[in-house]
């Protein structure tokens, strides 16, 4: 069955770095590109990005354009979402999530990973 | 940006209830929405793409309807399982837009 297993919770300084990671299993990783959406708490969803599997061809949400990258490893089948210069209204729980293009819908969705920013 | 709103931000209703959730784009997104269930905890679920199609496995008391700037989305009677937030979400063009979500509880 599809699996998309997120890393751990983090919490993080004002102006720090995060990097959030997403195992993939179950099926062939190049199959799927790999959105990613985030949702602050008591909040709604936001997405930000989304990249290839394939080329690593990326789209980004505009808003987070410059502190964002997103990148794959397709000898683990794994996919990451790096942010910089956090502030405290990136505070959110990070979902990974599959999507053949950019514009389609996400189908298979990782558990999410809470990350915390304050001083 | 599309701005995607929804109609009510919240709802109560009963087990067996007929219930229906609109979405507005702010422009015309033909029929390129998506409708998402979120259940307390848990991550989203795509339940209903291009407007109306049922993502597999999905019961068929969930619907979808609409084109160009209106859309609704209906459970056909509600279950103890569907209780939990439901967000449209358009994909006519980058990036790709929420609604603000319908928290859906029960009376």
């Known amino acids: 069955q599809v699996q998309l297993l997120q890393s751990a919770a983090e919490a993080k300084k004002p102006g720090a770095s995060m990097k959030v990671s997403c195992k993939t299993s179950?099926?062939?990783?190049?199959?799927?590109?790999i959105t990613w959406v985030r949702q602050a708490p008591g909040q709604g969803l936001q997405w930000m990005g989304w990249?290839?599997?394939?080329?690593?061809?990326?789209k980004y949400a505009q808003s987070l354009q410059g502190r964002v990258t997103m990148t794959t490893d397709t000898s683990t089948s794994t996919a990451y979402l790096e942010l910089r210069s956090l502030r405290s209204d990136d505070t959110a729980l990070y979902f990974c999530a599959t999507s053949i293009i950019p514009l389609a819908g996400a189908g298979y969705w990782g558990q999410g990973t809470l990350v915390t920013v304050s001083s | 940006d599309i701005q995607m709103t929804q109609s009510p931000s919240s709802l109560s209703a009963s087990v067996g209830d007929r219930v229906t959730i609109t979405c507005q784009a702010s422009?015309?997104?033909?029929?390129?929405i998506n409708w998402y269930q979120q259940l307390p905890g848990k991550a989203p679920k795509l339940l209903i793409f291009d407007a109306f199609h049922l993502e597999v496995g999905v019961p068929s008391r969930f619907s979808g309807s609409g084109s160009g700037t209106d859309f609704s989305f209906t459970i056909s009677s509600l279950q103890p399982e569907d209780f939990g937030t439901y967000y449209c979400?358009?994909?006519?063009?980058?990036?790709?837009?929420f609604g603000p979500g319908t928290k859906l509880d029960i009376k």
């Open positions: 990249i290839s599997t394939t080329n690593g061809d990326t």
């Open positions: 979400q358009q994909y006519s063009s980058l990036p790709p837009t």
């Open positions: 422009q015309a997104i033909s029929n390129y």
């Open positions: 179950g099926y062939t990783f190049t199959n799927y590109g």
